[in-house]
């Protein structure tokens, strides 16, 4: 009777070995996806962070570049350099026609 009962308690016992590995396995899994999912959120924050840096100096470089733009069509900046450089000179009354 002895070893009909040891037979008995050895699937039994294999069984509960069996699901302790496997709760085993599915916390190891469980980690890993934990830890992976960890690793994207701080790489996406870096990203996001870099992204910003980025927009900020675009905007800087925009607002000189606005500056720029307007110096570059100021009135008398183009009256200077037509005067110089191409000689042009303002018009004659007799030489404009009015349309009407």
């Not at 570049?65 to 303002?90: D, M, V």
Request: hydrophobic residues 40%; positive net charge; charged residues 25%.
């Amino acid at each position: 009777m002895g070893s009909a009962r040891n037979r008995k308690l050895r699937p039994k016992g294999k069984s509960r070995a069996g699901l302790w590995i496997g709760l085993m396995a599915l916390l190891f899994l469980e980690s890993l996806v934990y830890a992976w999912c960890r690793v994207q959120c701080v790489n996406t924050g870096f990203a996001i962070d870099h992204e910003t840096s980025r927009h900020q100096a675009l905007l800087r470089e925009r607002s000189t570049l606005k500056i720029e733009l307007a110096r570059l069509k100021s009135p008398g900046r183009i009256e200077t350099i037509a005067r110089t450089r191409l000689g042009l000179i303002s018009p004659q009354a007799q030489q404009t026609m009015r349309r009407p």
